[in-house]
């Protein structure tokens, strides 16, 4: 059964960072893209970033272009999501997903974790 699972979620000031990671459970991790959405409270689910099963490819989205940076290591089974320059608009509950297809369309990640609440103060 294919679960990733997140953490690393808190509070930080505008202008600090965090670090997220996400977890393999019950799965080849190695074979999956991996990618980090986030949910703002009343807002639809953004595609923030993602990337493919051997690290070689990434995508962003321009929102967090230059302040975010996604990587793995398929040797822990985990994938980070680097947030720096945070801002009062990341905050968000952010989620890791995994994907058996593409890495850069969010219609193909089909496995979902509970998510992580990242609080960005001003």
């Known amino acids: 059964q294919v679960q990733p699972v997140e953490s690393g979620g808190g509070l930080v000031q505008a202008g600090g960072s965090l670090r997220l990671s996400c977890a393999a459970s019950?799965?080849?991790?190695?074979?999956?893209?991996i990618g980090w959405f986030r949910q703002p409270p009343g807002q639809e689910r953004e595609f923030v970033a993602g990337?493919?099963?051997?690290?070689?490819?990434?995508y962003y989205a321009d929102s967090v272009k230059g302040r975010f940076t996604i990587s793995r290591d398929n040797a822990k089974n985990t994938v980070y999501l680097q947030m720096n320059s945070l801002k009062p608009e990341d905050t968000a509950v952010y989620y890791c997903?995994?994907?058996?297809?593409?890495?850069?369309?969010?219609?193909?990640?089909?496995?979902w974790g509970q998510g992580t609440q990242v609080t960005v103060s001003s």
């Open positions: 997903a995994a994907s058996s297809r593409s890495y850069y369309r969010p219609g193909d990640y089909d496995y």
């Open positions: 019950g799965y080849t991790f190695s074979m999956y893209a």
């Open positions: 990337i493919s099963w051997n690290g070689g490819s990434t």
